[in-house]
């Protein structure tokens, strides 16, 4: 990638357009890249060959596509895989391409690094770096040679989608947008924790499926665990999302870890139903995925399927999310904390 250029992966129609206009090219080419861009997914200016050739040689002065291939992969013996990209201010991102009998699924970050600090995950214990452009989290999708067999996407990886919503709706929108990617919203899911400014944007500018980090339906232990409740009570996070339909095409999830003598009894359960009763959504069960320096534990899978048959059986419909490339250390933040400590003792040794 050249830093003096800006990238076209990313852009808008309406952005293209302005791009195009500002160039002195006609209107319609802002279209033409857009389909080379999005659906030829093309990896430089001169593949755009409908565009002539004075016109591509002015795009190329400031511009090019802006696609970068991941520096490091780890696969799983269960045929997932770990990519980590490199940003360009050298910092180190991390999705996952989680392949399944009738599904891909490919798991993108948002950010590097994350403020929210999670007790409980990888990423929160790196701290908050950067956002990431829509170019940075379309490039995660762009540039995996799985990209062609996707048919989901989940923003489950690294950072808080809605501490970033701007430019996560731009990359929403050339995901679904016919002269982008032209998916149905039903194939993405943006996972939050909830936060106050963005979930009511969120719901009301996007159609994605949206997943709730809920973990413990007792605010001062939520607090615990994810300090944004304090900001933000999952109170308040379901009084909003009351007022939302997710009877049709839009689906609502909740995400529980469920940690062994923590959140895992029937206390809890019966909580997590009072707490959601007549909300037309899901509970995904979720295995901890264990990080160092944490006192907590998965609880075990008998515990599990007792948490799940009872939210079941009391009209909250819970399944276990399979806990996948466990050999690869699936558990987000890990592979990039891993790389960047190793990038800061080589600079440190040097
Ligand atoms: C990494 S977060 C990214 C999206 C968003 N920031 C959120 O928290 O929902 C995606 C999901 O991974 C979960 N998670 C984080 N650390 C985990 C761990 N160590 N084991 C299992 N799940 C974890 C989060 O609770 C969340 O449901
Ligand atoms: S779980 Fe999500 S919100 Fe919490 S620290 Fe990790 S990435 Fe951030």
Known sequence: MDSTKAPLLGKTLDELTQIVLDLGMPKF??????????????????????????????????????????????????????????????????????????????????????????????TGKQGYTNSLTAAQILNQIYSIPERDTLTNVVFMGMGEPFDNLDEVLRALEILTASYGYA??????????????????????????HLAISLHSPFPAQRQELMPAEKAFSIVEIVDILRQYDFSK???????????????????????????????????????????????????????????????????????????RGEDIFAACGMLSTAKQQANKQNNETV
């Open 249 to 323: 095409q839009r689906r609502l999830s909740f995400e529980y870890i469920v940690f062994k003598g923590v959140n895992d009894s029937l206390i809890y359960a019966k909580e997590l139903v009072r707490l959601l009763r007549g909300l037309d959504c899901r509970m995904n069960l979720i295995r901890f995925h264990a990080i160092p320096n944490v006192d907590l534990e998965g609880a075990d899978m008998e515990t599990m399927l007792a948490f799940r048959d009872y939210l079941t059986q009391h009209g909250l419909f819970a399944t276990i999310r399979a806990s």
């Open 29 to 122: 080419t802002a279209g033409q890249i857009a389909s080379w861009l999005y659906g030829r997914k093309v990896a430089s200016i001169d593949e755009m060959t409908n565009l002539s050739v004075k016109n591509r040689e002015r795009l190329k002065e400031c511009y090019e596509v802006g696609a970068t291939a991941p520096v490091h992969e780890m696969r799983s013996v269960d045929g997932t895989v770990k990519y980590l990209f490199r940003t360009p201010e050298g910092d180190y991102v991390e999705s996952v391409y989680i392949p399944d009998a009738d599904r891909a699924t490919l798991c993108v970050s948002s950010q590097v690094g994350c403020k929210m600090n999670c007790k409980f995950c990888m």
């Open 183 to 208: 998916w149905s919203p039903k194939r993405i899911t943006v996972s939050s924790v909830g936060l106050r400014k963005g979930l009511r944007r969120f719901l009301d500018e996007s159609d994605c």
